[in-house]
T-cell receptor, first 109, second 118 residues
Framework: SQKIEQNSEALNIQEGKTATLTCNYTNYSPAYLQWYRQDPGRGPVFLLLIRENEKEKRKERLKVTFDTTLKQSLFHITASQPADSATYLCALRDDKIIFGKGTRLHILP | GAVVSQHPSRVICKSGTSVKIECRSLDFQATTMFWYRQFPKKSLMLMATSNEGSKATYEQGVEKDKFLINHASLTLSTLTVTSAHPEDSSFYIC??????????????FGPGTRLTVL
């Protein structure tokens, strides 16, 4: 069966450090992989999209890597800030978007 | 950026009543809209894909007679939870696909509707 796994339900990172979140998938061959941020009681907000033929994508303090051989994506937030605290969702994009369970990231001041 | 709105943002109803949730794309046309449900500390689960002018496509395990979807225009889709029960209490989120963005056919998400059934 198809699965998307985000390996940490919750992650605590000290302010200023780099937060790294992992997303693994099985039995998918996605054209795109996306990362979203979701704050409590709100809908997801799109952050980054990476195509299957791209290895890395950057946007300000965010970096995403996509390894189709390992079937894994890493999501990095550098110089993390308390305002980065949220749930981050990995999503695979085929005809529709399928989400992972998310990782709750807490940046500790 | 593209904006999707949902109304209401919160609704509390009695068991057995029906509740309608609206999803609107405010500054773009969306031939396709999606409805998701999210339980606490769980991921978004796709319920159905709503296509303008045609019947919605429901995911496995989602009762189409329970969750009525209407997509009558390019900017509005509605989800009606019929004869709601406490187990239907959840966070309902819609998204709309911008048909004008050819490269990604990107989806934009609404802010969600919190349904509580007493």
């Amino acid at each position: 069966s198809q699965k998307i796994e985000q390996n940490s339900e919750a992650l605590n990172i000290q302010e200023g450090k780099t937060a790294t979140l992992t997303c693994n998938y099985t039995n998918y061959s996605p054209a795109y992989l996306q990362w979203y941020r979701q704050d409590p009681g709100r809908g997801p907000v799109f952050l980054l999209l990476i195509r299957e033929n791209e290895k890395e994508k950057r946007k300000e303090r965010l970096k995403v890597t996509f390894d189709t051989t390992l079937k894994q994506s890493l999501f990095h937030i550098t110089a993390s800030q308390p305002a980065d605290s949220a749930t981050y969702l990995c999503a695979l994009r085929d005809d529709k978007i399928i989400f992972g369970k998310g990782t709750r990231l807490h940046i500790l001041p | 950026g593209a904006v999707v709105s949902q109304h209401p943002s919160r609704v509390i109803c009695k068991s057995g009543t029906s509740v309608k949730i609206e999803c609107r794309s405010l500054d773009f046309q969306a031939t396709t809209m999606f409805w998701y449900r999210q339980f606490p500390k769980k991921s978004l689960m796709l319920m159905a894909t709503s296509n303008e002018g045609s019947k919605a496509t429901y995911e496995q395990g989602v009762e189409k007679d329970k969750f009525l979807i209407n997509h009558a225009s390019l900017t509005l889709s509605t989800l009606t939870v019929t004869s709601a029960h406490p187990e239907d209490s959840s966070f309902y989120i819609c998204s709309a696909r911008d048909t004008g963005l050819a490269e990604y056919n990107e989806q934009f998400f609404g802010p969600g509707t919190r349904l509580t059934v007493l």
